[in-house]
């Protein structure tokens, strides 16, 4: 696995949910999960049904992955976070690709527009059909493409990266759609 490859999307979702979640939650204590690091979530088993259950992976299933992929990538899991109300959770390795996904169920939409008004002109393009309203930005190199967007009080943060021939961007969307519809506001 390339470690870069890891860090640069890493960083990028840190950047863009702690400078909201860290700075209005500071002195809060870390969210704790039920679900160990690591442990499959609902959905995880190939042809699983997935239901929404508040928690990030639970907005992505095993098979949206697979279909997005080309192949099985096996179980969701789930990453460390210690932003009140966030949950994060990832799919894949760096080599080939990978999606990452995060997810604040407190003060989404103040936590989108914050992010959408902090940003560089020019960086962010609107999307739309995701939520209330998202936004799509690939600055940050070859293969990655990220999607923000909210819907009611959760704010969704994908990062996507590939290293084969296929459109980072439409991957992303295919991710975010799913996230979206399954999220409940």
């Known amino acids: 696995m390339n470690n870069f ?101 407190q003060g989404g939409r103040d936590a989108y527009f914050k992010v959408y008004n902090g940003a560089a002109p020019g960086s962010l393009e609107d999307l739309t059909g995701l939520g209330e309203a998202a936004y799509g930005n690939a600055k940050f190199g070859s293969g990655f493409y990220n999607i923000g967007f909210y819907k009611g009080d959760s704010f969704v943060v994908i990062v996507f990266y590939t290293t084969k021939a296929v459109s980072p961007k439409t991957q992303a969307l295919s991710f975010a759609q799913a996230a979206a519809d399954r999220l409940t506001p």
């Open 5 to 105: 490859s890891w860090r640069v999307p890493a960083t990028v979702t840190v950047l863009l949910l702690g400078s909201v979640l860290f700075s209005s939650c500071a002195g809060a204590p870390a969210v704790t999960t039920d679900t160990p690091i690591g442990s499959e979530q609902s959905g995880d088993s190939p042809g699983e049904t997935q239901v929404y259950d508040g928690t990030a992976c639970s907005l992505v299933s095993r098979n949206e992955a697979a279909d997005a992929f080309g192949y099985d990538p096996g179980p969701s899991e789930v990453k460390d976070t210690t932003s009140p109300g966030a949950t994060s959770c990832k799919f894949g390795n760096a080599d080939p690709e990978y999606v990452q996904w995060t997810m604040t169920t």
